[in-house]
Structure formats: structure tokens, C-alpha cells
């Protein structure tokens, strides 16, 4: 192997596995510019909802849920800026390696390339290159000594070549590594903005959480009219299913079972399954909107010590706006439900999807529906400035949490 070889492979070594760290994270750190797009988007809807909250005078626990909403989601915001800065330090480390590594190889082969330079102008001139060849014992042996001259003279080009190649690769890392200090300093910045204005929210978090606490009355009094809802609502959905497992069980064609005894035809069979393929990939049940009740069971945001259970989520939209489909499906019932408005209930084979808070209904029961068909019109409330609408995913008699089925 010639001196050559020696440099240029540990380089190559190196660079390569620079590159397949570099190729990782371009990879995350493009995941994470997408993700922060989309926070910072949630961020901007979430202001939107609650400027219109906050013209009423007297804060309301409508106006808490969504700062609570806003402050969430900027600390992910700048969760994800902190691991985009993680990422940035560990590549301007790689680049300063590399850097160190070229220079060293650099320094290298300039120096050989000198001692070759002084060492061809001290003994090879045309005439000692012929007394060379000439002085050869045989044929074989000039023949050789030629062959050795001109590798020699090959091996001096090469040596230049990569003299410059190594150059340019130096100053494009060095430029490289320039780039990443800026992006890291830019970051820096933004995280700072954001960390200042999480810290001014949740001064207005603290100071509408106190007056809300002088609303205990009140506040205790819509939590109960609340949970009747969820109560009414959920017997509804019960009955119903329970009347279609019975309707099911005496058609002859429901030759399939799924969880708990289900029976189901073929074509729902495999419409349950498809709908189970899509878990994540689900449109949302509105067009625009943040989440602003979590599945399951929940501290109250004002009220010490109370647990508030949520069947499905909660969804803050446009006022008024249209309910649609998360799937293909069939309309299984419309029902009244005091306080939850109508409520629009499609099967889609095991699986049940629920919307409520619902003023109108463009559909009726049997109707098949297809996915993001509009299947009604929330409830406008001139006391609020925007609308709520309830969703739940059932499969069989359990209730499964809709956060994880729609698309994030």
C-alpha cells in the first residue's frame, strides 16, 4: 500500500461515517421541522379560538381550556426547538472532526509532495533519468527503471490532485460548519421568544385560574350538567349497539364474529378490518380544530380534587361548522340528546363512530356515507365564540381513545 493510500483511506473511513450520521439526521432534523410547522400552526388556530374568548370581560373555563391548549403545545414547541439544537451541536461536532481530519491529511500531503519536489529537482533531471535507464545491466532491468520513472511521475500527479481535492473539501466543511453555527444561533433565538412568551401565558394561566375559582358555584353546577350528558349519551350508545349485536345474531348471513361475540357479514367484516387499518390515518371529524378535551379521565383544570371522565374528545372549531365522516359507513342512528344536541352515530363494521353537539343533520339512519361526507352542522351558541363538538370511537361495547385513530 504507498503513502498515499495511508492518508486517503482513514479519511475515507471517516467521512463515510460522518456521512451516515449526517444522513440520519437530515433525516430527523426534517421530521422535526415538519412537526414544529405543524405546532406552531396549532398554536396560531389555538390564539385564533381564544381571542374570541377573551372579548367577554369574565373569564370563563372555555378561555382556560384553550390557554391551556396554546401553553401545552408551545412547551412541545420548544421541546422540539431544544432537540433541533441537539441534533445542530452533535453535527458541528462531526464537522469540526472532519475538518481537523482534512487538515491533518492536508498538512500531509503537502509535505510529501515538497519532498517529492525537492527530491526530483536534486536527482532526476532529464539527463540523470537517461544515465538511469542506460546504466542498466539488461533490457529487463532499463525496462524496469522506465516503468519506475514514469509511476513516479504518475504518483506526483496523483499526489497533487489530491492535494487540491482535499482543499476543496476542507474549505466546503469549513463552510459547512459556518452554515450549522448560524442555524444553531437562529435557533437559539426563536427557543429564547418562545420560552419568554410560554412564560407570560402561564402568568395569564395563574390569573384566570384565580378568577375562575371565585366561579366555584357555578362551575360545579355545569360539571354535573355535563357529566348527565355524558351519562345520557353513553346509555344511548349502549342501547344501540346492544339492539344491533341482537339484530346482527338473528341474521343468518352474519357468519363472522369479531371482539366479544360481534356478528358481522363479510362485507362488514372487511370493512371493520380496513377501518382498523387506518388507525392514525383517520381525517379529523372537522375541518379545522384543536383538541381541548382528553380522552379518559382528566383533572379539572379549576376544581381541587375532581376527576372529570371523557368518553371521547372534546374538538374547538368555527362557529357552526360542518361535522363530517372520519370513514366509509353506514348512518346507525340519529338521536336527541339533551344538552349534546342531535347526535349521529355511523358503523363501520365492529367499529362505531359518534358526533354530538350537532343543531342540524344532513343524514338519516341506513343512509351509507363516505369518508369526509358532511354529515351535519354543529351548535352555534351566542353566549361562546366559537363551537365544541363531542367524538367517540367504539369498538364492540368498548370505547376507544379517538386521539389515537385521527390523523396528527
Known amino acids: 500500500m504507498d503513502k498515499l493510500s495511508k492518508h486517503i483511506i482513514p479519511a475515507l473511513s471517516l467521512i463515510l461515517l460522518i456521512l451516515a450520521f449526517s444522513v440520519a439526521n437530515a433525516q430527523s432534523k426534517k421530521q422535526l421541522e415538519q412537526k414544529k410547522k405543524k405546532l406552531q400552526q396549532e398554536i396560531s388556530y389555538t390564539n385564533k379560538l381564544l381571542k ?22 408551545r412547551q412541545e414547541l420548544v421541546n422540539t ?211 381541548t378535551g382528553k380522552f379518559g379521565e382528566q383533572p379539572h383544570p379549576v376544581l381541587k380534587e375532581v376527576i372529570v371522565k371523557n368518553n371521547g374528545i372534546d374538538i374547538s372549531t368555527e362557529k357552526g361548522a360542518d361535522v363530517r365522516a372520519v370513514y366509509n359507513g353506514e348512518v346507525s342512528s340519529v338521536v336527541i340528546i339533551p344538552g349534546a344536541g342531535k347526535v349521529v352515530m355511523v358503523r363501520h363494521g365492529e367499529y362505531l363512530t359518534v358526533y354530538s353537539y350537532l343543531s342540524e343533520v344532513y343524514v338519516k339512519k341506513g343512509d351509507k356515507v363516505t369518508i369526509k361526507q358532511p354529515l351535519g352542522k354543529l351548535v352555534k351558541d351566542s353566549s361562546k365564540p366559537d363551537s365544541k363538538m363531542h367524538f367517540e370511537i367504539w369498538k364492540g361495547m368498548t370505547k376507544l381513545n379517538p386521539a389515537y385513530w385521527i390523523y396528527k
Do not use: C
Open 52 to 73: 374570541k374568548a377573551q372579548k367577554n370581560r369574565q373569564a370563563s373555563l372555555n378561555e382556560l381550556i384553550k390557554l391551556n391548549k396554546k401553553i401545552s403545545t
Open 81 to 291: 426547538i431544544n432537540h433541533e439544537i441537539k441534533i445542530l451541536n452533535l453535527q458541528i461536532i462531526q464537522k469540526q472532526a472532519l475538518i481537523k481530519s482534512l487538515e491533518n491529511d492536508l498538512n500531509n500531503l503537502k509535505s510529501e509532495y515538497a519532498n517529492m519536489i525537492y527530491a526530483a529537482y536534486k536527482h532526476h533531471n532529464d539527463y540523470e533519468k537517461l544515465a538511469y535507464i542506460f546504466s542498466s545491466k539488461d533490457f529487463n532491468q532499463a525496462y524496469k527503471r522506465l516503468k519506475y520513472l514514469q509511476q513516479y511521475a504518475e504518483y506526483r500527479k496523483k499526489q497533487a490532485q489530491a492535494i487540491i481535492e482535499t482543499k476543496e473539501k476542507l474549505q466546503k466543511e469549513v463552510a459547512e460548519l459556518e452554515q450549522k453555527k448560524q442555524e444553531k444561533q437562529n435557533l437559539l433565538l426563536e427557543k429564547t421568544e418562545e420560552t419568554n412568551i410560554l412564560s407570560k401565558e402561564k402568568t395569564t394561566q395563574e390569573k384566570t385560574i384565580t378568577q375562575l375559582q371565585q366561579q366555584e358555584r357555578e362551575l360545579r353546577k355545569k360539571l354535573k350538567d355535563a357529566q348527565r350528558q355524558a351519562r345520557r349519551l353513553d346509555d344511548a350508545i349502549q342501547k344501540i349497539i346492544a339492539e344491533e349485536i341482537k339484530k346482527a345474531r338473528e341474521n343468518k348471513k352474519a357468519t363472522s364474529k369479531g371482539s366479544k361475540g360481534f356478528p358481522m357479514t363479510p362485507e362488514a367484516l372487511k370493512l371493520s378490518n380496513s377501518f382498523a387499518a387506518n388507525k392514525g390515518k383517520l381525517p379529523w371529524p372537522v375541518e379545522k380544530g384543536i383538541i
